[in-house]
């Protein structure tokens, strides 16, 4: 290697070092400029972090909970530390539960409370259920009117039937000819007119 060619490798190696040390040199102005946002920002993701972890853990203890009291509820049902724990961890749950008992038992008061239900469906099944327990048409037919109700086509089949109970066979035709013919009721409508309502 000539003398030429070792001057201009050196050189190099000034340059690239040089370059090394300016880019430290800017990185470190960079950080002492933006030391605390960085810190605050770094500092700030760390937080959230464990927030969300601890809020995690949190709600699966509480679904761990209320499954559990459900769960004992289920085979007992007077155990009052199981219902009060469903109570509070999981309202809609424990709805469901009070609903399923009180069709058991036929309890017209515990299905007209929950007819206030803040679960939607609960509201929506006790509503219903009272009505077919009570035999009350006009209930019935509130309930098939409304439109978000889910068991819209039974009502009207329950009503209908009361009908022809009551021997108002058109009347019971009429309410009859509301049910789709695509409902899973359908067979059991068309059997009802051809056999029941004459």
């Given amino acids: 290697m000539s003398l030429k060619e070792n001057i201009e490798m050196v050189k190099d190696e000034l340059n690239q070092e040089e370059k090394l040390f300016e880019s430290a040199v800017k990185t470190e102005r960079f950080v002492k400029k933006y030391k605390m946002p960085l810190v605050g920002g770094l500092l700030a993701f760390v937080i959230v ?8 853990s949190y709600a699966a203890d509480k679904i761990s909970s209320s499954n559990a009291a459900y769960m004992t509820l289920l085979s007992t049902p ?32 515990a299905l007209k409370e929950l007819q206030n239900s803040s679960s939607s469906l609960v509201s929506d099944l006790a509503r219903y259920e009272l009505a077919t327990i009570k035999k009350d048409r006009k209930a019935l037919n509130a309930y098939a009117l409304d439109q978000d109700s889910v068991l819209k086509d039974l009502a009207i089949l329950n009503e209908a039937v009361l009908l022809m109970q009551e021997g108002k066979n058109d009347e019971a035709r009429t309410r009859l000819v509301l049910i789709n013919e695509h409902s899973s009721l359908h067979k059991m409508v068309t059997l009802l007119r051809h056999y029941g309502v004459k």
């Fill in 49 to 56: 972090m464990i927030a969300n972890t601890l809020y995690q």
């Fill in 78 to 109: 007077d155990d009052a530390q199981a219902r009060k724990t469903l109570e509070e961890s999981n309202p809609s749950l424990y709805d469901a539960w009070r609903l399923q008992e009180a069709l058991k038992q036929q309890d017209e008061a």
